[in-house]
């Protein structure tokens, strides 16, 4: 039996409260998924990261990279170990993705083939090869709860019809991604330890910014019965007018009764945005990425003047700008503060008088400040749980809101938490 | 009040089992005290700090550096935050370095006259002066319970003459240290919240590798009648055997009503050597540095056979050399095993079966290997807190085995723990 979705409440607006039952734990939905790329949420021990949050709950589920793992411990040490939940000691549900988009965007000199795609290691140059089979093998071996169908990241822009070619190579590795799952689940390195239960495969619909492709390839891909279906391609630098679009168009077209992923976003006021249309799953390296950047998110307080610079879509969680805001969310405006300007140095507050995460309840601006500015490590650490926490939290309103807002003429809501 | 001394129990090698009271709270000796150079352990949050060891109590007391927190933050901005147990909000009790060794080690430029010594920082090249006044102005802004005279450390090796004019100027900023801490020590940033406790002030016994000039120290301090003794200068270069004579000479001539601190040591043997000869207190940055760089500490198991390498006294916490063994403890033989080494590749057991730390009861090897050579920020983190354990662990033996050893004829055991 592969993953069991639950739906509690619907709203008008397409938004749904869900949980979603996996072999290592339930998932309540929507839910946004840290990234652990190593096997490990980067700088953030296990330990405090099963206590983020304002319910101390930590995350339910995290998302590892099947190309970095895949490199290096490599797959089959995984396999001997195991499997991933018992490498890395994380007990709690996992997600694999492909390993596409990376080998798409880290390796060098790779050559796509109908076939596959070679390409050579960014840590030491070796040569691999990663088809639709190979890539499933290796997630089998890591043996996460869900697992992602192997795809094709076009390049953006790209034109209709090199995005239709895409899609169609998408299309035909998705097929074959499925074929060799149903053909090998049975070699998930935990089989004995959950005998009536198998991963999940994931479906990734592509289709670039084309509306009609869109539809194309979510049609292709439901034909096939995936187990959840991922809007993937997206958050790749288009306007967020056209991410919106894309995701709703995407998202009329999906089974209601199936999780829905999209990959790769992002800002908390997305997140909660995607949520509320009825995305169930999220995953951004942003929290953790900006907290080692020293970036921390915080909702304004109440009758807080905020700098006046104009709000902007924020392009890379790399930059280091001051202080500035994102478009206002449904939830207030969200800050986005950079923990190493002077005016922190003496500064007692935590980063958010209202927040009550660890981060929030012990340490000063001035403290963190004074952590990032000394490159200690315990900085990026501190950063990352709060980013974290904000995450979460964010999610957590979203499903407590989607239950409440639960429209009587949907499911009626019912008690998905175990 | 400054600090209140109790000894409870007394080996007739000399060793004692005691508590001391400080402003922030009581600490069991002997002791080893965890380096937080820059008000951070580093790589260890106090979250999973102050659970390490067996008994899962954490650290009693951690030792900050002046020099550092002088530079970065600035003292003057520590104090504006109430001290640094504010700051870094870390409640338990806290000594400072006078910053001394620093200014030696780490400076640049520096030029030393009998007023004080004139120095570059290693930052920024920034032109600074300390002098025993300063430092000791430095550290009451700080605000730990327990600072330390400005001595000066002489460089290894030195002739008798270059050591004994060393030492005067020790033995003058020594005194004039004592004077102005009496005459400022009401200016602490904490006073209120303590109003009948002050800081407590150690004086440094330096006379490099001589005994006769140890000798000469060692009385000249004692008549200045500090709140505790600190032996400096020692464990930077010479043999382990001299280091252990200038300890035992020098500790037979301090007053035992009151502590003992032997700085910058050691090896997990050595500080257990130590504390059975009667030392109290002692700190190195080895445990959490060795973490950083893949060493751990453990104990051989029973029936264990080590790979013949040439037992020999370990130089410096960088090396990476393979496993090696450090010669015999009174406790069996300690293991510093490198986790980088191919060998824990796919080894699924802790690093020490008989280890009851938070790392030896989540992590493999295997995972530990993994982290490091991903150079992953939490194999830092787990490596440091393993070790950190190894020497907590070890000093909880030896204060057990201390008062189990209580000679009848010596002080009575009484319960000092609160």
Known sequence: MSLRFEVA?????????????????????????????????????????????ADARGPDILLANTYHLYLRPGHQTIRRLGGLH???????????????????????LRKITPEGVEFRSHL?????FFSPEHSIEVQIALGAD??????????????????????????????????????????????????????????????????????????RLVEMDFDGYAIGGLAVG????????????????????????????????????????????????LPTRAGRHGLLFRRTQPGESLPITPARTPTSPDETSPTETTPESQSGSIVRMNIKRLEYAEDPSPIDPTCTCMVCRRYSRAYLRHLFVAREPLGATLNSIHNLAFYLDTMSRVREDLMSANSPGQIMATDITQ
Not at 124 to 128: F, I, K, P, Q, V
């Open 124 to 128: 030491d140059g070796s040569a691999h």
């Open 146 to 219: 869900i697992l992602m169908a192997f795809d094709e990241c076009v390049e953006t822009p790209a034109t209709h019809e090199r995005t239709r070619d895409s899609m169609a190579l998408t299309h035909a590795w998705a097929a074959r991604s499925k074929a060799y799952f149903d053909a090998h689940k049975h070699e998930v390195p935990w089989a004995n330890d959950f005998p009536d239960q198998t991963q999940s495969l994931f479906g990734i619909v592509q289709g670039g910014m084309y509306a009609d492709l869109r539809r194309e390839s979510a049609l």
């Open 86 to 108: 018992r490498f890395m000691s994380w007990p709690r549900p996992l997600l694999t993705d492909s390993g596409g988009f990376q080998v798409f965007s880290l390796a060098k």
């Open 9 to 53: 409440a619907t709203t008008p607006e397409g938004g749904r409260r869900a949980a979603l039952h996996l072999p290592h734990g339930s998932v309540q939905t929507p839910v946004f998924m840290p990234v652990g790329t190593a096997a490990t949420v980067k700088a953030v021990p296990h330990e405090l990261l099963e206590q983020i949050g």
């Open 238 to 285: 288009e306007p967020r007018e056209v991410t919106r679009e894309m995701i709703a168009r995407t998202l009329e077209l999906l089974p209601a009764n199936k999780p829905r992923y999209v990959m790769g976003v992002g800002y908390p006021d997305e997140i909660e945005e995607y949520a509320r249309m009825g995305v169930d799953m999220m995953d951004c390296v």
